[in-house]
Every structure is written in C-alpha cells, then in structure tokens.
C-alpha cells in the first residue's frame, strides 16, 4: 500500500541503498560484479523515475522498467515498504562496517580491513589515519612499520587522488545533476538551481559537478542538500557551501547564495578558472583607454547589483561570453574587440537528424520506431545510415538487404510526415575506398563515411586511406573523425591539418558526433576545420530512439568549437540539406 507515506523510503532512499548494496556485491567480486552492475543500474533507475515510486510498486510495474527484473524488484519493494532489504542484510554480515569507504583505499584489501576490524575495531578512514598516526597498525600481524608509513602517506594522497581520477562522462553528470536538481526542488526554501562549472561549459567529463543555488535561506539549503541519500562523504562544509561524494563516486559541490550574489556566483563557479581569473585582472586593471570606463562600469555593476552574466561583459566593455567559450584561447581578446560570433549554433537551429542506425545493423529501434521519435521531437527529416557490408560484426548491410531497407522506407515514408532520407555509414576501408559500388553510392541521400578498424595503422599511412576517401567524388561526410573513445581509446594518428586541407577542396564536410562517448572531432580542431570554412552536421550517431537526445551533446561541442549556425548543414530544410549532402553532384 502506498498510504503510508510517512513510513516508506523515498526513491532517493532505495537508490541508495541499492548503491550501497552494489558496492558490496563489488567487493565480493567473481560473479557477483554482473549483478552488483545489476544493481547499479537500479539505483539510478529508480533515482531518475519520474512517476511516483508507491504508485508503480502498488500497480506491480516494477519489473516493467528497463533493467528491473523479479529479484532486484522484490527487493525495492521490501525497501519501499519496511525500509530493509533481505539482501543488504546477508552481505553486512560478511564485511566488517566501514568496508565501502576503507576499500577505496589503495592497498587495503578486503582481508586486511577484516584483520584491522578485528584488532582495532577500524570502521573508516578517519579511524584508520588516526590509528597509524598512534603506531598501532605495527603491532597486527601482517603489517609493520613500514607498512604503516605507507598507508599514512596513502591516505593522505587520497583525497586528491580521488579528486583527479573519477571524471564521469557528461551524460552522466548531467543525469546525476538532474536528480539532485529535482531533490533541492523539494524543499520549502524556493531556490533556482543551476549548473556551473565543466558541465555548463558542455566539457567530455566532468571532475565535479557544480551546482549554484539561488535561495534566501543559503545554509538552510545546504543543510537540506546534505541529506541527500546519495552522499556518502562530505569532504567540505561551510555555511553556504559544500562538496560531497556520492555513492557511485562522483563529486558534486554546491553552492548556496542569495540573489544579489548570484550572478558573480555562478560566473566564478563556471569557470574555467583561467577564464575567470583573466576577467577578473581586467576589472581590476583597467586597460588602455577604455580603462576609465570599465572601471566606472564595474563600479556602477556592483553597487546596484547585477542582473544577469551579460552585465559582467558588458560593464568591462566586451561582448558576452557564453559559457562553452570560457577557456581562455583567444575568447576574451576576441569579445574585447567585439569579433566573437554572435550566432553560435543552438539546439533549437536543429532541423534533421543525421547518422541513425537501425535494427538493418546494430540498431535497437526499427526504422519507423526511430522516424516517429525523430518526429516527435520537432524534426524536418532524419537520416537513416546503417552500417555498410565490410561492418560485419555490426550487422553491416549487403545489397539484397538494402534493397529490402529501401522499401521499407518508402513504405514507413506513407505513414509520416517528417522526411526520411536514404543513407549509409558507409566504411573507410584499408585502401581508402567507399564499400559500395558507384552505383549505389550515388542513389543514397546521404552518405557518412567512417572508420571502424586498423586503427592502429601509422601515421602516413592513416592520413593517405582518408585523403583517398574524402577525395572520392562523392560528397560525404566524416563520421566520427579521429575514432576516439572517451577514456577508453585515444584519436588515432594522422595529420589532421593535411586531411583538412584537402576536405575543404573535395565534396565532403564533418561529423561533430553527439554520442558522448565519442564527441569526434574535438573543439581545437572543428576551430581549424572552421579557418579553412569546412561545413559540419551535428550527428546523434543514435542506436537507440533514446539516443537521438544526443544531439544536445554534439552541439554542446559544436558551440565550443565556436561553430556558427550557418555553418551546420543540417539547420537546412529538408531539400536545401538534400542538395547540400547529395552525394552525386
Ligand atoms: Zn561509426
Ligand atoms: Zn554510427
């Protein structure tokens, strides 16, 4: 029964503990990691559902959410209605307290934590620095003097090793920022939550996530954030601040001011920090002959308080600076002179959505399945670009088949309004080439052009296969450029500067890949693409309906690449894009 409101856990409560009960399950290890995984993504299910948890349990739909079957089920029930779970239970009584925080200690194995449980009764870091600093960790067996030391200096490089190597992806930041953004909402102290910080500059990862809060009870509101159900350590406090830890490992800083320091609040919480730190000289300085002005601006600015982030700029005489732009290459000088563009590409100049897979190769969603969200989301057209023969392990697509897409779309076309064009991803393969044959190379509306394998080929050799494909006379675009994949596997080698030079003389523009483990190419080199007035679209590289909200992540990169909305193909209507793009000239 969901009457008993007052009783049950909230769905912050049951996220986590379902953390708490992968973390352990993590621990064990072997098998168990599947279904600590298992329970990873409960949690954050759970966290991010939008309908009332009492409500789904009480209708029996929990096994009916992605990733929630019977056990995991059985156990957010048991949660939601008697705030235990069987399951914690049985794995408490195999650990000693505090394994969760003292395993993330390098070196500290599950044995040893057992063995320091049992001498000194060590249940967390704090006790266990404590205990080394005293000498008593050389009189357990097993350990010793030096022992000892090791651990001292280990734990004291802790908290900055932890600072340096949890970055999360930028969807998942965002995902996590958007579920503490819906629990500070819950409060009674009415407060503005927004996100600073590497995530508002729309970075690939993000090492803390930044949030500024606008209320009129600051510390009211951070004792409320402390109580997030997630957090597991709170590594500093302060009235109108804190930073955290969360259960899944990422950090998360608030900071709580009221109106009247909000704008400065948030600029400084944006970054990045040499961004910062240079606005600041100049409003400090005050140069040249504008110097006076500024100064008087500045003054001006802080007496009666400022509005907004553009009175920042303006008072100190340049333009507004958007957030993906702060990083200090060139920005600041350019919006002091007044040359920064204004009409950087946003997510609603969008119109087409380019580089969608099917169920024709690895594809989750049917062709219509991805044309009706592509629909439902506003668009004018979609491409469809499966993978192309040579991808066989992604279910590339041969000719007889096709044949039978091209069909189906045309049949799927009757049924919709939003365009639907004929496309490929079609493989660069080892000598440069396209993998069809002319002939259906130029029937398709678009073609994408990607590399998939060898990418371990050197460096002239890489530059040569890709020159010879951009140099096909076809127009094609540059799927996924240098094949990276975020913090698993660095660009692949070539010289990027000749492959650019020879793009922007061949029937060819660039992908800026949306799928946020790839964000191909980087900002740096879409600038260079840009010099040498390359065109890109903006692709979501989707494999799923879902991943079709992508595009908000390649435009994100786009913006800080500095890219214009004149400059993306697919801001076109659906027949200027289709001549744009049409690979027979
Ligand atoms: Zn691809
Ligand atoms: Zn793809």
């Given at each position: 029964?969901?009457?008993?409101?007052?009783?049950?856990?909230?769905?912050?409560?049951?996220?986590?503990?379902?953390?708490?009960?992968?973390?352990?399950?993590e621990l064990k290890g072997?098998?168990?990691?599947?279904?600590?995984?298992?329970?990873?993504?409960?949690?954050?299910?759970?966290?991010?559902?939008?309908?009332?948890?009492?409500?789904?349990?009480?209708?029996?739909?929990?096994?009916?959410?992605?990733?929630?079957?019977?056990?995991?089920?059985?156990?957010?029930?048991?949660?939601?209605?008697?705030?235990?779970?069987?399951?914690?239970?049985?794995?408490?009584?195999?650990?000693?307290?505090?394994?969760?925080?003292?395993?993330?200690?390098?070196?500290?194995?599950?044995?040893?934590?057992?063995?320091?449980?049992?001498?000194?009764?060590?249940?967390?870091?704090?006790?266990?620095?404590?205990?080394?600093?005293?000498?008593?960790?050389?009189?357990?067996?097993?350990?010793?003097?030096?022992?000892?030391?090791?651990?001292?200096?280990?734990?004291?490089?802790?908290?900055?090793?932890?600072?340096?190597?949890?970055?999360?992806?930028?969807?998942?930041?965002?995902?996590?920022?958007?579920?503490?953004?819906?629990?500070?909402?819950?409060?009674?102290?009415?407060?503005?939550?927004?996100?600073?910080?590497?995530?508002?500059?729309?970075?690939?990862?993000?090492?803390?996530?930044?949030?500024?809060?606008?209320?009129?009870?600051?510390?009211?509101?951070?004792?409320?954030?402390?109580?997030?159900?997630?957090?597991?350590?709170?590594?500093?406090?302060?009235?109108?601040?804190?930073?955290?830890?969360?259960?899944?490992?990422?950090?998360?800083?608030?900071?709580?001011?009221?109106?009247?320091?909000?704008?400065?609040?948030?600029?400084?919480?944006?970054?990045?920090?040499?961004?910062?730190?240079?606005?600041?000289?100049?409003?400090?300085?005050?140069?040249?002959?504008?110097?006076?002005?500024?100064?008087?601006?500045?003054?001006?600015?802080?007496?009666?308080?400022?509005?907004?982030?553009?009175?920042?700029?303006?008072?100190?005489?340049?333009?507004?600076?958007?957030?993906?732009?702060?990083?200090?290459?060139?920005?600041?000088?350019?919006?002091?002179?007044?040359?920064?563009?204004?009409?950087?590409?946003?997510?609603?100049?969008?119109?087409?959505?380019?580089?969608?897979?099917?169920?024709?190769?690895?594809?989750?969603?049917?062709?219509?399945?991805?044309?009706?969200?592509?629909?439902?989301?506003?668009?004018?057209?979609?491409?469809?670009?499966?993978?192309?023969?040579?991808?066989?392990?992604?279910?590339?697509?041969?000719?007889?088949?096709?044949?039978?897409?091209?069909?189906?779309?045309?049949?799927?076309?009757?049924?919709?309004?939003?365009?639907?064009?004929?496309?490929?991803e079609s493989d660069i393969?080892?000598?440069?080439?396209?993998?069809?044959?002319?002939?259906?190379?130029?029937?398709?509306?678009?073609?994408?052009?990607?590399?998939?394998?060898?990418?371990?080929m050197d460096s002239e050799?890489?530059?040569?296969?890709?020159?010879?494909?951009?140099?096909?006379?076809?127009?094609?675009?540059?799927?996924?450029?240098?094949?990276?994949?975020?913090?698993?596997?660095?660009?692949?080698?070539?010289?990027?500067?000749?492959?650019?030079?020879?793009?922007?003389?061949?029937?060819?523009?660039?992908?800026?890949?949306?799928?946020?483990?790839?964000?191909?190419?980087?900002?740096?080199?879409?600038?260079?693409?840009?010099?040498?007035?390359?065109?890109?679209?903006?692709?979501?590289?989707?494999?799923?309906?879902?991943?079709?909200?992508?595009?908000?992540?390649?435009?994100?990169?786009?913006?800080?690449?500095?890219?214009?909305?004149?400059?993306?193909?697919?801001?076109?209507?659906?027949?200027?894009?289709?001549?744009?793009?049409?690979?027979?000239?």
């Open positions: 029964m969901a009457k008993t409101d007052s009783q049950n856990l909230d769905k912050f409560a049951i996220a986590a503990t379902l953390q708490e009960i992968a973390a352990l399950l072997g098998k168990d990691k599947f279904k600590a995984r298992a329970y990873q993504n409960g949690a954050r299910v759970i966290a991010g559902m939008a309908e009332d948890i009492g409500v789904v349990i009480e209708e029996n739909r929990l096994t009916s959410m992605r990733g929630i079957g019977d056990a995991l089920a059985s156990q957010i029930k048991q949660l939601f209605l008697t705030g235990e779970s069987s399951v914690l239970r049985g794995l408490k009584q195999e650990f000693p307290p505090g394994i969760i925080e003292l395993s993330g200690v390098p070196g500290l194995s599950v044995n040893k934590i057992k063995t320091l449980h049992e001498a000194l009764g060590i249940t967390s870091v704090a006790e266990l620095k404590d205990a080394a600093a005293a000498g008593k960790l050389r009189t357990i067996k097993g350990f010793g003097a030096k022992t000892e030391e090791k651990l001292l200096e280990t734990i004291a490089d802790h908290r900055r090793h932890e600072k340096s190597e949890t970055r999360l992806h930028i969807h998942q930041a965002l995902r996590t920022a958007e579920q503490i953004a819906d629990y500070l909402q819950t409060t009674p102290e009415s407060a503005q939550i927004t996100f600073a910080g590497s995530l508002r500059r729309w970075k690939e990862t993000i090492g803390t996530i930044r949030i500024v809060a606008n209320t009129k009870r600051p510390i009211a509101l951070v004792e409320y954030f402390l109580r997030f159900p997630l957090i597991v350590q709170v590594e500093e406090q302060d009235k109108d601040r804190c930073t955290v830890t969360l259960a899944d490992g990422a950090r998360v800083s608030l900071v709580a001011v009221r109106a009247e320091e909000f704008v400065l609040a948030l600029f400084v919480e944006t970054g990045s920090k040499s961004h910062v730190d240079k606005v600041q000289r100049l409003a400090d300085e005050g140069m040249g002959s504008k110097g006076k002005r500024r100064a008087t601006a500045r003054k001006s600015a802080s007496t009666s308080g400022l509005q907004n982030e553009e009175d920042i700029y303006h008072s100190l005489g340049m333009q507004y600076i958007p957030p993906e732009l702060r990083e200090d290459q060139g920005e600041i000088e350019a919006a002091l002179e007044g040359k920064l563009p204004e009409d950087l590409i946003t997510l609603p100049d969008i119109r087409g959505m380019v580089h969608c897979h099917t169920t024709y190769s690895d594809g989750k969603h049917s062709i219509e399945e991805m044309v009706r969200a592509a629909e439902a989301m506003g668009m004018k057209y979609i491409t469809i670009t499966d993978h192309s023969p040579t991808a066989f392990y992604a279910g590339g697509v041969t000719l007889d088949r096709l044949k039978r897409q091209w069909e189906e779309i045309e049949e799927v076309q009757e049924k919709v309004k939003i365009r639907i064009l004929r496309g490929t393969v080892a000598n440069g080439a396209l993998d069809y044959p002319d002939r259906i190379l130029e029937q398709f509306d678009v073609i994408v052009a990607s590399i998939h394998s060898r990418y371990k050799k890489m530059t040569q296969r890709i020159v010879t494909a951009m140099r096909q006379p076809v127009f094609k675009i540059w799927g996924h450029a240098l094949g990276r994949k975020i913090q698993s596997r660095p660009p692949f080698e070539c010289d990027v500067e000749r492959i650019l030079d020879v793009i922007a003389e061949s029937e060819a523009a660039i992908e800026v890949n949306g799928d946020p483990y790839r964000l191909d190419m980087e900002p740096r080199w879409i600038r260079e693409a840009r010099k040498r007035k390359i065109k890109f679209v903006i692709s979501v590289d989707a494999h799923s309906m879902g991943a079709l909200h992508n595009v908000k992540y390649g435009v994100g990169i786009a913006r800080r690449g500095w890219v214009r909305k004149r400059e993306v193909l697919n801001t076109l209507g659906v027949s200027a894009f289709q001549s744009a793009v049409r690979p027979a000239g």
